[in-house]
């Protein structure tokens, strides 16, 4: 059983000036999938969002200890080509951008996976190594000569380059900072291992982008903080560091919901030009988090609803997509079981259930035998992708739906 910690001040500024934002119920963990005989025994936990009316970081005020669960972890995207283009392009840009003319530079990533990203930049001519808490993860790299130490990023981890005072030029976390119980604390004792040049690079979901499309499956128990570049800034500023960069990937090549900054210490006699945030000022307005809030209330409805009246007319639908966006949305509504079963492209094992829904996920074969007349994509990123190989199946796109445009159906 998975062990929950309360807080009660809040993860950036420990003000206890917080209000809740929105409230999901009995949700699971977004990769614990079950066998059949263990539905039911998923772990379920509401997930209370919050947001901090002196900071402005939204937030959740419960951890649950997921060591275990990172153990076991398997997700990667090495096979999408989207996440590779993206990868190259990263490594690529913080080479040109802050070490053009330099060599022999280190990159320490802290939660690198299966180490696509660090080869990317070994290939540069970079030192790499990654930190990485699933066993699994971490083996493929290591066999593939990305030393990685397969472990949790503690202040344990911390300790031990700094007395053996080893710094790096590059930290990077792709998104693994909101995933941090207390990012203070790590960039408090991060600042030790980077030098005056040295670059800490952050990819975080977005919030405003969070908000713009409804995606309220991402509020997760993994992760503890949501930013926006403005509360980006300010968290940083907080802890001795500046937001030199928003920009260092271009939008069109960066995975959804993506926010990127690279910061670095705090100068005392050096004053940079910084970049200008775009966060809208409504970002700070209590009220207009509540607007959003019920906007998203609103989506869930619209959602249940769609479901529900396309089972009254006898019309079978599955939903499409078993990554975090589809268990989360799926576990929020309350008509998920009139859905067939939940399609993904690779399974990641036989006669699995999704958390907190129960539905069947199945691999694209089982429409063979299996027909429905619509099918609903939760991985809306990939829909392109996914109508084209629907359609090898006999569907054609007016039978397969969004569920983004669905949820902002009739919307305000
Ligand atoms: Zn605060």
């Given amino acids: 059983m998975n062990k ?7 993860r950036i500024c420990n003000s206890k000036n917080l209000k809740k934002i929105l409230h999901l119920k009995d949700m699971p963990l977004t990769d614990e999938f079950v066998k059949k005989k263990d539905i039911g025994k998923e772990f379920l936990h509401d997930i209370n969002i919050y947001i901090c009316e002196d900071c402005f970081v939204v937030q959740t005020q419960h951890d649950v200890d997921v060591d275990r669960y990172y153990l076991d972890y398997q997700y990667s995207v090495a096979h999408s080509q989207k996440a590779n283009k993206f990868m190259k392009k990263l490594a690529k840009n913080i080479k040109t951008k802050y070490f053009n003319k330099s060599s022999n530079k280190s990159v320490l990533e802290i939660g690198s996976g299966d180490g696509k990203q660090l080869a990317e930049f070994k290939k540069l001519g970079f030192d790499v190594l990654g930190y990485e808490p699933s066993k699994k993860l971490s083996e493929i790299a290591n066999s593939n000569n990305i030393e ?18 080893i710094s790096f030029d590059v930290i990077l976390l792709t998104y693994t900072f909101d995933h941090l119980p207390n990012p ?12 005056d040049d040295s670059i800490l690079v952050i990819e975080v979901h977005d919030l405003e982008k969070i908000f713009k499309n409804n995606e309220y499956c991402l509020f997760e128990h993994e992760h503890s903080i949501y930013l926006t570049e403005k509360s980006a800034k300010k968290f940083l500023k907080l802890h001795g560091y500046q937001i030199i960069d928003f920009d260092l990937v271009d939008n069109k090549d960066r995975r959804a919901n993506s926010l990127i900054f690279v910061a670095q210490k705090i100068e005392k006699n050096k004053i940079k030009s910084l970049p200008d945030v775009k966060t809208p000022k409504e970002f700070n307005d209590l009220k207009y988090y509540l607007k959003l809030s019920k906007k998203i209330r609103k989506g869930i409805s619209n959602l249940d609803n769609y479901i529900k009246s396309k089972k009254e007319c006898g019309k079978r639908v599955a ?36 958390p907190g829904s129960s539905l069947p996920v199945v691999n694209l074969d089982h429409l063979k035998n299996n027909s429905v007349n619509e099918i609903l994509v939760f991985s809306y990123g990939y829909i392109d992708e996914i109508k084209k190989d629907l359609s090898s199946y006999g569907y054609n796109t007016s039978q397969i739906k969004s569920f983004i445009d669905i949820m902002s159906f009739k919307n305000e």
Avoid at 148 to 165: A, E, G, M, P
Avoid at 184 to 195: A, D, I, P, Q, S
Avoid at 327 to 348: G, Q
Wanted: proline share 1%; glycine share 8%.
């Fill in 4 to 10: 929950i910690t309360k807080l009660n001040c809040c």
């Fill in 148 to 165: 990685t130490i397969n472990d949790l990023y503690t202040k344990k981890s911390i300790n031990y380059f700094v007395k053996k005072q």
């Fill in 184 to 195: 203070g604390e790590f960039l408090k004792m991060t600042n030790k291992l980077l030098n």
């Fill in 319 to 354: 939903g499409y997509g078993a990554g975090g966006r589809g268990v989360m949305t799926l576990a929020a509504l309350k008509n998920s079981n009139y859905l067939d079963f939940l399609i993904e492209k690779n399974p990641k094992s036989n006669a699995i259930f999704s």
